[in-house]
């Protein structure tokens, strides 16, 4: 057996470590639809009956996630569309209903075009090294998801930061930067762990002063940020001047898998060409793709609760997820910028 007693020692003091600086994470078991009020059981294993509370910890911003019309559509996707692809999407692995979905996306983002993904986070994980190589740079916010660093780390183009929305730290980079071939601007649109919006205005501003792309990762915006729930974009008032956004269904948005890289025509197909988790992973199956299309609809209609949802001021602060652990992601960023300028 290579899985010997020293390896099972050695995991079994990072487990204990772990657990000895309360970080270690335990699942609860919903016994229920994902809902305001759940029936959770926790302690797990222990026979504690589950006990309905209130949830406030979970992204159902707009409580679409057993929205009946959603419901509807899951089971028309399985009677009329099968169960799976069986394949990547390249080769056999895309319905009609993929690309209904993909228009629709592009249509309520306000973008050129959409590229289905299995979620957000291999949006991520594909984008950067799709449209970006060596003779660019990406400029981050320092406090940007843990999925944004994984795809930068996978790219070829140096990596810098900015101080968490400092302008004139960014006008800085963007100054410094003026060599490279493309620059990139990479933010979140609201930080999940702050609960704060980027000032996504201001940063279109200077890259449209220093010629510079803008990615936003809009996962904790789609559906409810702005007048029409477009996101952070229609929030800030910058609708249409975003290179690339990539958001999530698994939110506000239904809840469920998938996510998406939209914006400019050209990047959005450079990501179908080269993007690896697109190439070599298998699509949302198409009972998800449907109800994703009713979600759309479903969206619209749910403006009373995206106004009461919305912050009063434009630098508004949401509030953050209930019992996540803060995120070092910025940390990462900052000795991968070191690294790239050493190299």
Do not use: W
């Not at 949302?284 to 759309?296: D, E, F, N, Y």
């Amino acid at each position: 057996m290579t899985y010997s007693g020293r390896a099972r020692e050695h995991y079994q003091g990072e487990l204990a470590g772990i657990r000895g600086q309360g970080l270690f994470k335990e699942e609860r078991y919903i016994h229920s639809p994902q809902a305001a009020e759940i029936e959770v059981e926790f302690p797990v294993g222990q026979g504690v009956a589950p006990k309905r509370v209130i949830n406030l910890c979970a992204n159902n911003y707009l409580g679409l996630s057993s929205h009946p019309e959603v419901l509807r559509a899951a089971h028309e996707g399985l009677d009329h569309r099968g169960y799976g692809m069986s394949s990547v999407r390249f080769i056999c692995g895309t319905q009609d209903v993929h690309r209904e979905l993909e228009h629709r996306l592009t249509e309520f983002l306000g973008t050129e075009d959409t590229l289905l993904f299995p979620s957000c986070m291999d949006a991520n994980a594909g984008v950067f090294e799709a449209i970006l190589g060596e003779q660019d740079v990406m400029i981050a916010d320092r406090l940007v998801h843990a999925s944004i660093v994984d795809g930068m780390r996978l790219c070829k183009a140096m990596t810098d930061t900015f101080k968490h929305s400092d302008m004139a730290h960014l006008e800085e980079k963007l100054q410094e930067h003026q060599d490279k071939r493309f620059r990139m601007v990479i933010t979140d649109g609201v930080f999940s762990m702050d609960g704060d919006v980027a000032k996504v205005d201001e940063i279109v501003a200077l890259a449209e002063k220093y010629d510079a792309m803008v990615f936003v990762d809009d996962s904790h915006a789609s559906g409810f940020m702005g007048k029409t729930g477009r996101g952070t974009h229609e929030h800030c008032g910058v609708l249409g001047r975003i290179d690339v956004i990539t958001t999530t269904l698994g939110k506000a948005l239904g809840g469920a898998s998938g996510g998406c890289v939209s914006g400019r025509r050209e990047l959005v197909e450079m990501c179908r060409q080269r993007a690896r988790p697109y190439l070599r992973d298998r699509l949302r199956r198409p009972q998800g793709a449907r109800p994703a299309v009713a979600l759309h609809r479903a969206a619209r209609q749910a403006g009373v609760e995206r106004r009461l949802l919305a912050p009063p001021a434009h630098r508004g602060r949401l509030r953050p997820e209930a019992g996540r652990q803060p995120d070092r992601s910025g940390d990462a960023l900052q000795r991968q910028a070191r690294a790239g300028r050493r190299a």
